[in-house]
């Protein structure tokens, strides 16, 4: 039997859980200047630093050895035209942590009443994420708001967490503050913990913790089938989607939506594929973006590669490397949605 990792799941749901509780607060308090342009022009707020620095605070406290690949670095808040939003997110870290300690939490992680950071603490934390990944060992993966355009419009964003030992993922947590307990019943309200230990199966947890379900892929047929997808267009390319659905005879339209949600919701029978294909050269994907969401998959009982049926290398770095696109589904449905995408591929190059 594979090892439980049941510390590791405890400490992982707990942090994504605060992280949770951050974020959703601070969209509804989140004003003009809080929101920077990182490098490559991609937004980041003031909840993803926070929640960075609750995450790793916490990993610190609870498995002090373990490096950390995080996708946020402090270098922007360390200067000082940076200081109005180091202030911001030092008092919400701290909001986070110093939470009244929930069943199954533990004092030991620095969280409770009373554990407040100096502020060098929570952006050195922050910097804690800066580990270059690897093939050996164990590592953190911290996304700490994934699909920051979907927490601005105030849709879907996830908080993703994972543990990679040797290159393989041993446990996935997703928390998803806006995404329905169950699309068909309103009434139960938003917000969901994903959770995937590898041998062990996946579940989907409310946000305090409560109802843990177990998850399992149900089979499609191509009248039941739907991609999930992207909003951006530029993250994943929209028309290859729409090639290799008609090439399956599928009717139904895409699910677009932000963030690692999309493999929440496959993972418990919404869509039934998510397909991710590059929209130029040059973007390679981050392991931030994939590890939790791949395990997930796997463990109710679907299949996760790339566009060429090979599976997704955590262990390159911090990317996965040369990027062939993702490929996510049942196993039956994954073997006739990479058919499709090779034969739509084969098109594309016969007509260029
Ligand atoms: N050109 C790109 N291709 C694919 N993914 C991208 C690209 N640019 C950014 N991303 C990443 O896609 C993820 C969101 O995916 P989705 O569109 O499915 O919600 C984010 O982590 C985002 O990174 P970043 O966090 O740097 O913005
Ligand atoms: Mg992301
Ligand atoms: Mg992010
Ligand atoms: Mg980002």
Same mark, same amino acid.
């Given at each position: 039997m594979s090892l439980t990792f049941a510390t590791e799941k405890q400490v992982a749901v707990a942090a994504v859980r605060r992280a949770c509780l951050l974020t959703s607060s601070v969209f509804n308090k989140l004003v003009k200047n809080e929101t920077l342009t990182k490098g490559d022009k991609s937004p980041v707020t003031v909840g993803d630093y926070s929640a960075q620095a609750v995450i790793s605070t916490i990993l610190q406290h609870a498995f002090p050895a373990d490096p950390i690949v995080g996708e946020e670095d402090a270098a922007d808040l360390r200067v000082d035209s940076g200081a109005n939003l180091r202030d911001r997110i030092i008092t919400l870290a701290n909001e986070a942590l110093t939470?009244?300690?929930?069943? +199954?939490?533990?004092?030991?992680?620095? $969280?409770?009443?009373?554990?407040?950071?100096?502020?060098?603490?929570?952006?050195?934390?922050?910097?804690?994420?800066?580990? %270059? +990944?690897?093939?050996?060992?164990? *590592?953190?993966?911290?996304?700490? $708001?994934d699909g920051t355009k979907g927490f601005l419009r105030g849709e879907q964003y996830a908080v993703c967490l994972s543990l990679i030992v040797n290159a393989q993922v041993q446990v996935?947590? @997703?928390?998803?503050?806006?995404?329905? /307990?169950?699309?068909?019943? !309103?009434?139960?309200?938003? #917000?969901? @913990?994903?959770?995937?230990?590898?041998?062990?199966?996946?579940?989907? *947890? %409310?946000? %305090? #913790?409560?109802? !843990?379900?177990?998850?399992? @892929?149900?089979?499609f047929t191509s009248s039941t089938l739907s991609f999930l997808e992207s909003v951006e267009a530029a993250h994943s390319s929209h028309s290859f989607n729409d090639q290799v659905s008609s090439l399956l005879g599928i009717t139904h339209s895409p699910i677009r939506m932000d963030s690692q949600a999309k493999y929440g919701c496959l993972a418990r029978g919404e869509g039934g594929a998510y397909l991710r294909m590059p929209t130029g050269v040059g973007y390679q994907e981050k392991i931030w973006d994939h590890a939790?969401?791949?395990?997930? $998959?796997?463990?109710?009982?679907?299949? /996760? %590669?790339?566009?060429?049926?090979?599976?997704?290398?955590?262990?390159?770095?911090?990317?996965?490397?040369?990027?062939y696109g993702v490929v996510a589904a049942g196993k039956d449905v994954h073997r006739r949605v990479l058919d499709a995408v090779q034969k739509a591929r084969a098109e594309a190059k016969s007509k260029a």
């Open positions: 939470g009244e300690l929930e069943l +199954g939490e533990n004092s030991e992680w620095g $969280i409770g009443p009373g554990q407040e950071k100096t502020a060098a603490e929570l952006l050195d934390a922050i910097d804690r994420g800066n580990h %270059s +990944g690897g093939s050996t060992g164990r *590592m953190w993966t911290i996304d700490p $708001i996935g947590v @997703i928390g998803c503050p806006n995404l329905p /307990v169950n699309p068909e019943k !309103p009434e139960f309200g938003q #917000g969901c @913990i994903f959770v995937a230990v590898r041998g062990h199966g996946a579940e989907q *947890m %409310s946000l %305090s #913790g409560a109802h !843990p379900t177990p998850l399992r @892929i149900p089979a939790p969401g791949a395990i997930l $998959i796997e463990e109710a009982g679907g299949v /996760v %590669s790339d566009s060429r049926g090979d599976p997704l290398n955590f262990g390159l770095g911090r990317t996965l490397g040369e990027n």
